[in-house]
């Protein structure tokens, strides 16, 4: 049997001992917080576990019977931190300080899941190996770029920003 067939035979089972995983890490925070009586981060929890659900229905109606991966789950944690941290610059606008801290506690408990977030010299480092590998020239090559620093770094670091300065790069 050769090497990649039984490649393909175990990645589905590691695919989801990981996204079990981090799921699991996910209830059992959820459980202990419950006990702790920590009600920001039980409402955060549950919050993040809907969304991951509703990924997962989405999913299956792909055909995706397992549900969403580690990497989507990390996409889903990223986009909730990013619309909380919209939230917090709308509420410290609109002089409402009490509701932009309830936004930075939930801030606090989604990032306890995620991955430790590259700095801009990582980032810089990380868009320049990702143009080496790729051989991307122009702009044309961006989403190759792109897909190879979604692929390694998920959910550890800003793609919005990262993209800016790839698209900077490639067009210097």
Do not use: C
């Amino acid at each position: 049997m050769r090497r990649s067939a039984i490649w393909s035979n175990v990645r589905p089972f590691i695919t989801a001992k990981l996204t079990q995983m981090l799921r699991d890490r996910l209830r059992d925070a959820l459980k202990s917080s419950m006990k702790e009586k920590k009600q920001v981060a039980v409402s955060t929890l549950r919050l993040i576990l809907t969304a991951v659900k509703d990924r997962d229905i989405a999913a299956r109606s792909k055909g995706n019977d397992d549900g969403i991966s580690d990497v989507d789950i990390l996409q889903v944690l990223q986009t909730m931190v990013r619309q909380r941290h919209e939230s917090i610059a709308m509420y410290t606008q609109g002089n409402r300080p009490e509701l932009a801290a309830r936004e930075a506690e939930e801030i606090t408990v989604i990032e306890g899941f995620m991955p430790r977030q590259l700095d801009e010299a990582e980032i810089a480092a990380a868009i320049a190996a990702a143009i080496d590998e790729t051989g991307a020239g122009s702009i044309k090559d961006m989403g190759k770029a792109m897909g190879v620093l979604r692929e390694r770094f998920a959910g550890q670091m800003d793609f919005g920003k990262a993209s800016a300065e790839l698209k900077a790069r490639l067009t210097a």
